[in-house]
């Protein structure tokens, strides 16, 4: 499993807005999104659909998620 690029820990979705596509923690996603910077386009590295629902929620913009995977 990839590390975050943040700040080294277990990454659970890979954001595939960025090039290359950059791997996040839940908490740095989290982090990303409720600065201004929302995560649209993401790829979940454990296969669950989890995240949708924690990052549309301190997200301030209007696009919906959409997971891709």
Do not use: H, K, N
Request: some cysteine.
């Amino acid at each position: 499993m990839a590390d975050c690029a943040q700040c080294g820990m277990p990454a659970v979705i890979e954001d595939l807005d960025e090039r290359p596509p950059r791997p996040w923690c839940l908490g740095c996603a989290t982090a990303l999104v409720r600065a201004g910077d929302p995560v649209l386009r993401y790829r979940s590295l454990d296969g669950a659909d989890r995240y949708g629902r924690v990052l549309f929620g301190g997200s301030t913009e209007v696009l919906p998620f959409r997971p891709i995977g």
